[in-house]
């Protein structure tokens, strides 16, 4: 028996006149019809708005006007395609059409339906506990923020004059030779030496902080301002899933260029390289490069993501239905 789906809504009299010429047909070719509402489905709303009666009669596809004729022109031509793979191979027919709702479709459709918030929720997680680790130290409990220093520090190079503080004096001590002015520097708040020997960056890596000047952020600035432009974008987008994936040379120019810039040019400008002029970037370029990157990157594959999960979402809701009225009709 053929597979028919017809999209339809409330008030459709065209798609009425499609049910009335299948009923006609259904003795010629025998069929399952599955209705689907697209106003119960945001997806097929979007896709078939304008476009219903939509029918999809195996893998033929008819929208309005669907002609009587046309119709039963596609019914025959999926009939007679239906009994060819029978005579070839009687399982590939079988295997055209969903035996069950298992496990994995009821997990796969889950994820397909809320994927955006599972990554929202692991951004704000990932982002999240670098924070915790100087809330941590400052009421005492020094073994769950190392552990989470620990942790980060995989990932992060965690050096000090380039992360967050926390309780202290200042949001950030940067090195005197970053050239901000008005602020504490890294050496004048630690006592710590600034240049670029391996023993001054592993004590840049290793401090965390204290009561004076605060606790450090197990996260770089540059590191948590591209998981803050992530989330951010996440949000949006959640509320309006219709954007456009961004063009890959608009990504280029707004999201790679900015940070690769300021961050490529910082470190051949500084030993063992000194290729250019010596240069320290500050955390005002750090964040608002890196909340780009983190920002146009996500713009850049989120409707992508979207389009290969609404296209799941399609196709299982289809097989869900299908296998609902078959059990209705049984």
């Not at 002015?181 to 290793?206: C, F, H, M, W």
């Not at 260029?257 to 470190?267: A, F, H, W, Y």
């Not at 500084?270 to 750090?286: D, G, V």
């Amino acid at each position: 028996m053929l597979q028919v789906t017809l999209y339809t809504k409330k008030g459709c009299h065209l798609c009425e006149q499609v049910k009335d010429d299948l009923t006609r047909l259904q003795a010629q070719y025998p069929h399952q019809l599955t209705e689907i509402d697209i106003e119960e489905h945001t997806d097929f709303h979007k896709l078939y708005a304008l476009e219903i009666p939509v029918l999809q009669i195996g893998p033929y596809t008819l929208k309005a006007p669907i002609q009587s004729e046309d119709l039963a022109i596609t019914l025959a031509a999926a009939s007679q395609r239906k009994d060819q793979m029978n005579r070839i191979d009687p399982s590939m027919a079988m295997q055209e059409q969903p035996q069950k709702w298992g496990k994995a479709d009821q997990i796969v459709y889950w994820i397909a339906n809320h994927y955006l918030k599972l990554i929202n929720l692991i951004v704000i997680i990932y982002v999240g506990l670098p924070f915790l680790a100087p809330v941590l130290m400052k009421v005492n409990l020094t073994p769950p923020a190392r552990a989470i220093y620990s942790l980060y520090g995989v990932v992060c190079h965690q050096l000090a004059y380039r992360s967050f503080f926390l309780f202290g004096e200042q949001l950030f001590y940067p090195r005197q030779m970053a050239g901000l002015t008005g602020l504490k520097s890294y050496s004048q708040a630690t006592g710590l030496p600034e240049i670029n020997s391996a023993d001054a960056i592993v004590l840049a890596r290793q401090f965390v902080g204290n009561d004076r000047v605060g606790y450090k952020v197990a996260l770089c600035q540059r590191d948590v301002a591209i998981y803050l432009g992530i989330l951010v974008f996440g949000f949006l987008f959640s509320l309006n899933r219709n954007l456009r994936s961004l063009p890959w040379y608009i990504w280029i120019l707004l999201g790679l260029v900015p940070i690769g810039l300021d961050g490529v040019s910082q470190i051949i400008s500084q030993p063992p390289f000194s290729l250019i002029p010596f240069r320290e970037s500050t955390p005002y370029l750090r964040v608002l490069t890196g909340f780009a990157f983190g920002f146009f990157t996500a713009w850049f594959g989120f409707p992508s993501v979207e389009e290969s999960m609404a296209d799941t979402r399609k196709i299982l809701y289809k097989k869900k239905m299908r296998l609902l009225q078959a059990e209705q009709q049984s």
